[in-house]
Structure formats: structure tokens, C-alpha cells
């Protein structure tokens, strides 16, 4: 099957830069077709015969949706993995981004964030090879944790490990987007993108850079990259508290009230207070987003 292809343009003279640019995009793009492969793999066997990397393998679709219904299903999965190899930081990585998930979108309950950051604890512990357990594990820290510093040298460790990672730079763009980074928020989620075109965690990107658009005042901006992040997963609530606010902004009040309506059939329990509170948004974005979160209809 095609995989990946690209056609690179270069002066002779820059040809050890070519060499390092082939690299990480060849490897940045093929990395998520070859786990779809094997997650097909996986989804093929029997259940009675997985073992503790075909659990992860099974358990990673859901973790990736970041729907509470499926990353509760996928932390079935990761608990039977984690038995069988307690000191499997893939699985600890993933499971600490499903309690994210639970604690963000499932009523921002303490024994989340409390797992969360145990399980991203675990995952470091013992994945100082691993880039994308680390990766999670940051993410964890830095979200649920509301240590930054933490999750960015984890992140850093991950692209030592794996510098073609785009999972570790859209990841790290949200969080660099929540904490008031506008322009590296924008910097990251571009070069995610640029690595994992089609990657999973695509909505997560454009997030990030419609928030590093809306903290710099950009709202057509901020709107068109909500939009996409919706299109990439339009079940996932906070995209629309992003377009929510941008469209508030440019003054379309009426398509707001509906994003905004929208947020709340998705995640009828949203406070936008609580949830800049949980995500610990920098104080001046929080701010600025709140009262256009407010002129749409959305409750504090």
C-alpha cells in the first residue's frame, strides 16, 4: 500500500540537511500507518491470547478518541496490561492520558487527576527509552499535574529519543497554548502537522493553534483553525468552546449560541471557570476567552 511520498527541492550544497529533513519526515509520517497496522493486527486475535502489548495495542484507538465512554472501555485494557507488566510504561503512559480525559471531561473528579498523575509518574519511572510513553506522561504532568516544567523535560527527553515525534509537539502545543505561548503553541501544532498529516490526535493540533491565534487576536484565524479541529473530531467538546469563543469575537453571535450549544449537549456539566481552573489557563487568556465564552451563552 502507499504509504508516503514527498518531493523535496534543495541546493547540492544543502544535501546533509535534505538527509535529516527525508528522515524525520519519512519516519514522522510511516510511524502512525505502521501502529494502525498493527492495531488491525491485534484487533484479529482472540482475546483470551493478548499479552500485555497487543492490551496497549487494542486499548490505544480508544485512548486516541478522547471520548470518556471509550477511554473508560480502553482503561479495561490497560489495567489487564499493566497485571501482567507492572512496570510497562506504554500502558501506564496511556492510562494516565484516559484518567486525563475522565478528569477534563467527566466532572473534573480529584481521583482523576489523582491517577492521572500517578499513572504519568509510573510511566517516566520506567519509559526513559520510551518517547511516546514519556510523551503522555508529560502531557499528564503539565495538564492534570500543572507542572510545566515536569512535562516539558519529559517532552524534551521524548524528542531526544524520537526528534520525528509528532505526537510529543501536538501535545505539547496544548499545553503551550493553555499556558498563554501563543506563537511556540502555533509553532508546535504546525510542526505536528507537518510530521502526522493525518495523525489522530490532528484536532488536538489545530486546538492549540486556534488558541495561539486567540490569544494574539487573529479570531478569523482562531475561527478557521476551530473549524478544522472540529472537522477532525466533532465529538470532542473543547473544540467547540474554541470556536465558541472565536466566533464571539467577530461579533457572529448567532453561530456562537449554536457552537456553544453544542459544548453543552457534548459536555452538559462545562463550567468554563472550572475547566480554565483545571487546565491551570494562563490568568490573561482565560480572561479574554471567558467573556466571549459569556456573550455566547456559555455558563461561568
Not at 510513553?133 to 529519543?161: E, K, N, P, Q, V
Not at 492549540?208 to 482562531?222: K, N, S
Not at 467538546?237 to 466566533?247: E, G, H, N, P
Not at 464571539?248 to 481552573?277: D, I
Request: with cysteine; proline share 4%.
Amino acid at each position: 500500500m502507499h504509504v508516503w511520498a514527498e518531493r523535496y527541492d534543495r541546493r547540492s550544497e544543502d544535501v546533509f540537511a535534505l538527509q535529516d529533513d527525508i528522515a524525520l519526515s519519512s519516519v514522522g509520517a510511516i510511524a502512525p500507518s505502521l501502529r494502525r497496522a498493527e492495531i488491525n493486527r491485534v484487533s484479529r486475535k482472540r482475546p483470551d491470547s493478548l499479552d500485555a502489548y497487543d492490551l496497549v495495542l487494542r486499548a490505544q484507538p480508544d485512548v486516541d478518541s478522547g471520548m470518556p465512554d471509550q477511554v473508560t472501555r480502553a482503561l479495561v485494557l490497560l489495567e489487564r496490561a499493566i497485571a501482567l507488566e507492572p512496570d510497562y510504561a506504554l500502558a501506564h503512559g496511556n492510562a494516565a492520558m484516559c484518567h486525563h480525559c475522565l478528569f477534563l471531561r467527566a466532572g473534573l473528579q480529584d481521583v482523576n487527576r489523582e491517577a492521572s498523575i500517578r499513572h504519568a509518574r509510573s510511566a517516566i519511572a520506567h519509559g526513559q527509552d520510551d518517547a511516546l510513553a514519556l510523551t503522555l506522561a508529560g502531557f499528564s504532568l503539565g495538564m492534570d499535574g500543572h507542572d510545566r516544567s515536569a512535562a516539558f523535560a519529559a517532552l524534551d527527553a521524548a524528542l531526544a529519543i524520537s526528534p520525528s515525534s509528532a505526537l510529543t509537539y501536538i501535545l505539547g502545543s496544548v499545553m503551550l497554548g493553555w499556558g498563554g505561548d501563543a506563537d511556540r503553541a502555533i509553532e508546535w501544532s504546525e510542526r505536528g502537522m507537518r510530521l502526522s498529516p493525518f495523525d489522530s490526535w490532528a484536532f488536538a493540533a489545530f486546538d492549540a493553534e486556534a488558541l495561539g491565534h486567540f490569544h494574539r487576536g487573529r479570531f478569523e484565524e482562531a475561527c478557521r483553525a476551530a473549524h478544522r479541529s472540529v472537522q477532525a473530531n466533532p465529538r470532542h467538546s473543547i473544540t467547540y468552546v474554541q470556536l465558541t469563543a472565536a466566533l464571539a469575537k467577530l461579533g457572529r453571535l448567532q453561530e456562537a449560541r449554536a457552537a456553544a450549544t453544542r459544548v453543552l449537549e457534548l459536555h452538559p456539566t462545562f463550567r468554563y471557570s472550572r475547566q480554565f481552573q483545571g487546565v491551570n489557563c494562563a490568568p490573561d487568556l482565560a480572561t479574554s476567552l471567558g467573556g466571549a465564552l459569556r456573550a455566547a451563552g456559555l455558563p461561568e
